[in-house]
């Protein structure tokens, strides 16, 4: 059934016999009553191109009076009509960007194939990689760094035998939790994809958590056992825990289809090769360093070098040492490796591709021109989420695309949001209102589980799941995950990071972006470590930008730091307050924590670390002493 809104007659509420020529024209969209009682409208684009098809076969009867064959005589009407209706912007957005598309959609039927392929023939984890133990026995399958010890595809499985073997003998069962606290090392892979052969999971823990943070890890697990380093089908595959920047770590599920999903993107969208060796300095305890990375090893045959911890020092040096072809960030790390001196490791390096998430843009270029790196694989996307993105075509500074041809093949949406509880607005009919190009709006993804590319997992606990999920937000009745985090998409489709939930503030009637503050304050320090946040002032509406800097302070000119910062950000985006220490908490994959930080607001601190208020009458930055933090507390000083 379908409801035809803008062509009826307002006295009569029948459709006027002298408008019905100009349907195809000013049709502006349709809404379908489906079998469950709900309405669904028909989007734009979809509209047009059922009334371009329409049109078109009107269009034929003439053709037919001169004898052109119906083939010619379609194609003809179909183009005619299709850059008749859609504007020349339109026209040039697809040719800008039809190929990018192509790329995409040749690894998502990948992707969504080898799935389907691997769910029919019951194929799990450890089932794929025996057959790539029988392709290649010898050849290196991981090497650890630090003692340049080298297991090979056999050796490893051989391993991972012994581990199977060992928790059956512990009397753990399918379904079983094992909790794994360990440092990044090969016997860490060995221990998981073990115990998943045996049905039992492993649940990552960050070992660098200890007292409350671990007990609640652990408690969510419901782990049976803790395995602990000296040093310190679609079953459930093993748990990953969220990162933990804004609370208490939650663990989410990783299923066998996700963890296959995540690594395959990573290789047909980024070009790896099987001959390849990653360089995985990254946690093991995170889905970048245990699936991105070892699944490149245990589903497609590359060797992965193993790190136990990062060093930015001795990053070339391992990757000349070990010929490294592809490399992983995360977080800051790319920032990091720009802030060491030059070196000649870096220019003798084989490195053909960096793949990872969380390059700033205002590193970007610096970072490809100074290492010569020939491609950036730039992805966006949580263990658990189902709305991915990738950079498939090194767009600078984009983490990802969707589709202005088909924005609907890959059912992800930018919707918009109230400023500050980030809570998602409703249109008359009750669904999310999506985003126009330029306007930020938080990313969702239309939840399906029957489809592995669009199913949500969720996390070991449902409360958290719940709270993940949105109804009501493509059409009636579905739901969606909503990923918590702010983007921003142009013309062209690529998205952009703009903040995660939480991090924008308003001040001055204006959104500031810690993201963007963050890039530029750093970027002017050489690349030092920056956490930007909002702080409440008593009596002053919005919060004030308040900026942790990882410096002494010594040798660090505060004049001509607000002189060049006058130069790059507007005046509603300068931190008021600024925090110079020692340096600035991060977590195990270097993204800034800034919960302490807000709590402990403008308040003098400790010993070692300096607090400055920025005096905009004066025109300087002051030191923040017990007197000058009760006058701002207490309104007597203008901000």
């Keep these: 059934m379908l409801i035809r809104h803008f062509l009826s007659d307002s006295r009569s509420g029948n459709i006027c016999s002298e408008r019905l020529l100009l349907l195809t024209l000013r049709i502006n969209y349709f809404w379908i009553l489906l079998p469950s009682g709900a309405f669904y409208k028909i989007p734009e684009q979809t509209m047009k191109l059922l009334i371009c098809v329409l049109a078109s076969l009107v269009f034929l009867a003439p053709l037919r009076l001169v004898s052109v064959p119906w083939p010619s005589g379609l194609i003809a009407g179909l183009g005619v009509l299709v850059v008749w209706m859609a504007s020349w912007k339109n026209i040039r ?35 794929l990689f025996a057959q790539k133990v029988l392709q290649h026995p010898d050849k290196p399958a991981l090497i650890f ?19 199977a073997h060992w928790a059956l003998a512990q009397g753990w069962a399918e379904g079983d939790v094992v909790a794994l606290y360990m440092e990044s090392h ?20 960050n070992h660098n958590l200890r007292q409350e943070s671990l007990l609640h890890c652990l408690g969510v697990s419901g782990a049976r056992a803790v395995v602990f380093g000296a040093e310190m089908t679609e079953d459930r595959l093993f748990y990953i825990y969220t990162s933990g920047t804004t609370g208490m770590p939650k663990a989410a599920v990783v299923v066998h289809s996700r963890y296959f999903r995540i690594a395959a993107f990573g290789f047909h969208s980024f070009g790896l090769r099987p001959d390849d060796v990653l360089y995985n300095c990254l946690p093991l ?20 070098v193993i790190r136990r911890k990062f060093s930015a020092s001795r990053f070339w040096d391992d990757c000349v040492k070990h010929n490294c072809t592809v490399i992983q960030y995360i977080g800051e790390i790319c920032r990091y490796l720009l802030a060491q001196p030059v070196r000649p490791s870096e220019a003798h390096h084989r490195v053909r591709v960096a793949i990872g998430n969380g390059l700033r843009p205002s590193v970007w270029e610096e970072f490809v021109r100074r290492f010569k790196i020939q491609r950036v694989g730039e992805f966006y996307g949580a263990t658990e989420c189902n709305c991915s993105l990738i950079n498939i075509d090194g767009k600078v500074g984009a983490c990802g695309f969707s589709s202005r041809i088909l924005p609907n093949f890959y059912p992800i949406r930018l919707v918009k949001v109230k400023e500050d509880e980030k809570e998602l607005l409703r249109d008359s009919q009750g669904l999310c209102i999506p985003c126009l190009p330029g306007e930020p709006g938080m990313l969702v993804g239309r939840i399906s589980n029957k489809d592995p590319l669009r199913r949500f997992d969720g996390y070991a606990d449902q409360d958290s799941t719940n709270q993940k999920i949105a109804h009501h937000v493509f059409q009636m009745g579905d739901s969606a995950y909503v990923s918590g985090d702010v983007l921003v998409m142009d013309e062209y489709g690529y998205m952009y990071f703009r ?19 963050e890039g530029v304050l750093s970027g002017l320090l050489g690349h030092t470590d920056v956490a930007v946040y909002g702080v409440s ?3 002053v509406e919005g919060k004030a930008g308040m900026a942790a800097i990882a410096h002494t302070g010594a040798g660090l000119d505060l004049d001509e730091f607000l002189s060049v910062v ?70 007597k000083v203008s901000l």
């Design 537 to 539: 002032v008593p009596g």
């Design 566 to 635: 006058q130069k790059h950000l507007p005046s509603y985006a300068r931190p008021v307050f600024l925090r110079l220490m020692p340096s600035v908490d991060t977590t195990g994959t270097f993204k800034i924590q800034k919960t302490r930080l807000q709590k402990e607001s403008f308040k003098p601190q400790r010993t070692g670390e300096e607090i400055y208020f920025l005096n905009s009458r004066a025109g300087r930055y002051e030191a923040v002493d017990d007197e000058l933090c009760k006058a701002i507390v207490e309104g």
């Design 285 to 304: 305890y995170h889905s970048a360093g245990t699936i991105m990375g070892v699944g490149q090893c245990l589903l497609f045959g590359s060797t992965v």
């Design 499 to 517: 903040d995660r939930s939480g991090d924008t503030f308003r001040w001055k009637g204006e959104n500031v972006s810690t993201t963007e503050v």
């Design 93 to 127: 957005i697809a040719a800008c960007t039809i190929k990018r598309d192509l790329m995409c959609l040749a690894a998502i039927v990948k992707v969504r194939l080898s799935i389907s392929r691997n769910v029919r023939n019951k194929r799990t984890i450890p089932a």
């Design 145 to 163: 760094e630090a003692t340049g010890e080298v297991w090979s595809f056999k050796a490893l499985q051989e391993r991972c035998n012994a581990v």
């Design 186 to 205: 090969p016997l860490v892979v060995a221990l998981w994809l073990g115990l998943a052969m045996v049905g039992v999971e492993a649940a990552f823990i």
